[in-house]
Structures are given as C-alpha cells and as structure tokens.
C-alpha cells in the first residue's frame, strides 16, 4: 500500500517563527489532506490539496503531486498553534492513509 | 450547520465487554469512515460505509464490526475487549464515497481496564 511519511517528527519554536512541514508519497493520490489534532483529540481540516497552492491567513499549503510531496507552511506562529499535524492521502477507491504526523510545539 | 457528532465521549469498559460507539455525519454527507488512534500505530483505518453498506475495511479482527443506517448514521461495536483496544476512535463523514474531503468528529475515548 502507499507509505507516507512526514517530516520533521517534533518540531520546538518561539512565538513569530515561521516553519514548513513535509509530507511525501510513495503513489499516487487523488486525495491529500492536512490536518491539525486539538488537545481534545479531534482532527480539524486545514487543507484539502490533491494539487496546487492554497492559503488560509498564516497557512498556507502546496502539494506537487507529479513530485509526491506536500509542503504545509505556518507563519508567525502562535502558542495556539501547538499540537500535532497529519497529512493523510488516498487513492481512488481507498480509505485516506494518515502519515504519523509533526509535533509542532510553540513556546511564548 | 453541525459537524460530525460522536457519543459517547468517553467510557471505561472491562476486558471481556463489548462497546458500541456512534457517529452522526454532517447533513448530507452519506459516507461515514471509521479510525483508531493509538500512541503505538497511529491513525488506522478501520471501516467506510456508504448507503448502508461497508465499501472498505481495514486490518482489524472480526471483534470490529459496524453499520450504517438510512439516515447515514453510523454505529461501530467491539466485542470481547481487550487491553489493546483502548484507543480514541474517529468517525468521519464524507459527501460521497472516496472523494472528496473528510471531516472528523470529536471522538470516542475508549479505555479497557
């Protein structure tokens, strides 16, 4: 089945830094996801990108899908923006495969 | 309009029970997918429904079962616990099957003592 991986596994800021995320593929995808876990547990959607760039205030995302990778960008980061970060793929007829995520912990 | 609504939050079983757990999709969304999180393996796919009828499963023994209603929603049950079992479960409802973006309800903390 298609592997996923995500890079960095941690990754410790102060406040005002900006970080990237990586996300590559082993297949192809017709589904790409990019999710944040909230300290209650629940997965919220940042981006649904099977390809392209798109951007939501400090985040942005680009997935290059010919390359098979994902890159999610945070700007200015904020304490709030501690947790974890899941990219999750699928393929046509397939559930989504979720990577094992980036601990993302931001100190004030 | 309501997200994905999962009941209960949280419970505590004994090895050797069984649990059900349910899941509300988004209005209008008719595919419903179900994920345990552990620390050890993860986000793992569990099971997808659409029209009242499972589409996919993952790898997880026959103690993991579920179902779909009409109205989309969906139940799952784990027979026989065992301490293993002891995880967050995650419904997810889509607009249709295996397209499209998924979104998460809040969860089923599960614990087996």
Not at chain 2, 10 to 19: A, E, P
Request: hydrophobic content about 30%; some cysteine; aromatic content about 10%.
């Amino acid at each position: 089945g298609i592997q996923v991986e995500q890079s960095p596994p941690d990754l410790i800021l102060q406040e005002g830094a900006n970080s990237t995320l990586r996300c590559n593929f082993s297949d192809s995808v017709n589904n790409l996801q990019w999710f944040h876990q909230n300290p209650w547990g629940q997965l919220i959607n940042l981006f649904y990108i099977p390809s392209g760039t798109k951007q939501n205030g400090r985040l942005s995302a680009t997935t290059v899908a010919t390359e098979r990778y994902s890159l999610l960008y945070i700007s200015s980061s904020q304490t709030t923006d501690s947790g974890v970060y899941f990219c999750a793929v699928g393929q046509a007829g397939t559930a989504l495969i979720f990577g094992k995520g980036t601990t993302l912990s931001v100190s004030s | 309009k309501a997200g994905v609504t999962q009941t209960p939050r949280y419970l505590i079983k004994t090895r050797g029970q069984q649990v059900t757990l349910s899941c509300s999709p988004i209005s209008g969304h008719r595919s419903v997918s179900w994920y345990q999180q552990t620390p050890g393996q993860g986000l793992q796919f569990l099971f997808e429904y659409f029209s009242e009828t499972q589409r996919n499963k993952g790898n997880f023994p026959g103690r993991f079962s579920g179902r779909q209603f009409s109205n989309s929603r969906s139940e799952m049950n784990v027979s026989t616990l065992e301490l293993g079992d002891s995880a967050l479960y995650l419904c997810a409802s889509s607009l249709a099957l295996n397209s499209g973006e998924l979104f998460f309800g809040e969860g089923s903390r599960l614990t087996v003592l």
